[in-house]
């Protein structure tokens, strides 16, 4: 097995990239690999130019940003106790984009992407990040599907 120096794991904070983020995790811990921790603010629709009462759209970026930076503080203070190897990334962008940029621009050797496993019109309605990326990356592409509760 090739070994890794660097992975990059994609998170949106839902269970399905949580889960993805404990597989990069443990192949980090597994390599002695450094961990890139990315999340990307997909870029908002633009409302300049729009009758769009008590929103400034440049607050609004800014508000989505602090939210963002908040959330990921909170993610990795609860999830990287004991793990140091780790270089946490918010950038804002198109995320099937940014996550193979921030890939190649960090030297990832792997990326790790969670799937919710969408199909049908679900699919074609929301697309998929995953799908997207394992179609135009470079590099390796790791996709950990989040196993559903059979209630």
Same mark, same amino acid.
């Given at each position: 097995?090739?070994?890794?120096?660097?992975?990059?794991?994609?998170?949106?904070?839902?269970?399905?990239?949580?889960?993805?983020?404990?597989?990069?995790?443990?192949?980090?811990?597994?390599?002695?690999?450094?961990? &890139?921790?990315?999340?990307?603010?997909?870029?908002?629709?633009?409302?300049?130019?729009?009758?769009?009462?008590?929103?400034?759209? @440049?607050?609004?970026?800014? @508000?989505? !940003?602090?939210?963002?930076?908040?959330?990921?503080?909170?993610?990795?203070?609860?999830? &990287?106790?004991?793990? !140091?190897?780790?270089?946490?990334?918010?950038?804002?962008?198109?995320?099937? !984009?940014?996550?193979?940029?921030?890939?190649? !621009?960090?030297?990832?050797? &792997?990326?790790? &992407?969670?799937?919710?496993?969408?199909?049908?019109?679900?699919?074609?309605?929301?697309?998929?990040?995953?799908?997207?990326?394992?179609?135009?990356?470079?590099?390796?592409?790791?996709?950990?599907?989040?196993?559903?509760?059979?209630?």
């Amino acid at each position: 097995m090739k070994d890794f120096s660097t992975v990059l794991v994609a998170v949106d904070f839902s269970d399905s990239s949580d889960n993805a983020f404990q597989m990069a995790l443990a192949m980090a811990i597994r390599f002695s690999a450094r961990l &890139l921790v990315l999340h990307v603010i997909n870029e908002p629709v633009d409302l300049r130019g729009f009758y769009v009462p008590h929103i400034s759209f @440049e607050k609004l970026e800014e @508000e989505i !940003e602090e939210g963002a930076k908040k959330m990921m503080e909170s993610f990795c203070r609860r999830n &990287l106790t004991t793990f !140091e190897n780790f270089e946490c990334l918010i950038v804002p962008g198109l995320p099937y !984009e940014q996550i193979i940029q921030q890939a190649e !621009e960090k030297s990832a050797d &792997l990326i790790v &992407l969670g799937t919710h496993g969408r199909t049908g019109l679900d699919h074609v309605l929301f697309g998929s990040t995953a799908e997207k990326v394992v179609r135009k990356s470079p590099v390796p592409v790791l996709t950990v599907r989040l196993e559903e509760d059979s209630a």
